[in-house]
């Protein structure tokens, strides 16, 4: 199993520019969550879902939307890019269900935008 | 609104020693849950906290949660160079949410 995937690994954009993050799992896991990470701060959450079209907002959502059309996968779109969206982006999943529903990170997607 | 306190931010310690890193929320939870980040990489999960009292320890670390005093606590016992990282909590809201706020992290420094 390759767990939690995300691509690219890291990016460069200008702004202005849209790109998409994708996020894949083979855990079959329903709620899939989109997070930033800013240096030297604690991640915040973008937008998460709880199961292939359903989506909802986090703390940040602002300059950012998300789709579900498979229990797989759960892509970020960013449509304008602006310099406040450089960080480093995490997708995670969790099972639902379970008690300790902890919730498990892909590698990350490092992006720039200058 | 939940907010979620570690601290020290930063935490230089000598191998052999011991020390504990303190995480404080703001609202009654769930849930309490800690991580651990290395340089670069993603996020690896150390320990699940459900309920009062709970103690968890695996090798080096222990954590414990006091959900009356809103208050979990991750000690290190005889640090090595290997438990270098950044450490972060994060906390569900009470009634079933599964969104995680998390701290600002703690960055460990073991020197030897």
């Known amino acids: 199993n390759a767990g939690v995937t995300q691509t690219p690994k890291f990016r460069i954009l200008k702004i202005g520019q849209s790109m998409t993050l994708q996020c894949t799992q083979d855990m079959n896991h329903n709620y899939m969550y989109w997070y930033r990470q800013d240096p030297g701060m604690g991640l915040k959450l973008i937008y998460y879902s709880v199961g292939a079209g359903i989506t909802d907002k986090g703390e940040v959502p602002n300059g950012y939307n998300v789709s579900r059309s498979t229990t797989e996968d759960f892509p970020l779109r960013l449509e304008l890019a602006a310099p406040s969206q450089t960080s480093v982006y995490f997708c995670?999943?969790?099972?639902?269900?379970?008690?300790?529903?902890?919730?498990?990170f892909g590698p990350g997607t490092r992006l720039t935008v200058l | 609104e939940l907010k979620v306190e570690q601290n020290p931010l930063f935490l230089s310690m000598q191998e052999g020693k011991n020390y504990t890193i303190y995480c404080n929320y703001s609202t009654t939870s769930d849930r309490l849950y800690w991580y651990r980040q290395d340089p670069g990489k993603s996020l690896e999960s150390l320990f699940v906290?459900?309920?009062?009292?709970a103690v968890k320890q695996e090798g080096r670390l222990m954590a414990s949660l006091d959900t009356k005093a809103r208050l979990s606590t991750l000690h290190i016992t005889a640090a090595v160079h290997d438990l270098s990282a950044t450490y972060f909590c994060a906390v569900t809201l009470q009634g079933g949410s599964e969104k995680l706020v998390f701290g600002k992290g703690t960055k460990l420094t073991v020197n030897p």
């Open positions: 906290l459900l309920s009062n009292g």
């Open positions: 995670a999943t969790q099972r639902e269900g379970s008690s300790y529903n902890e919730q498990f």
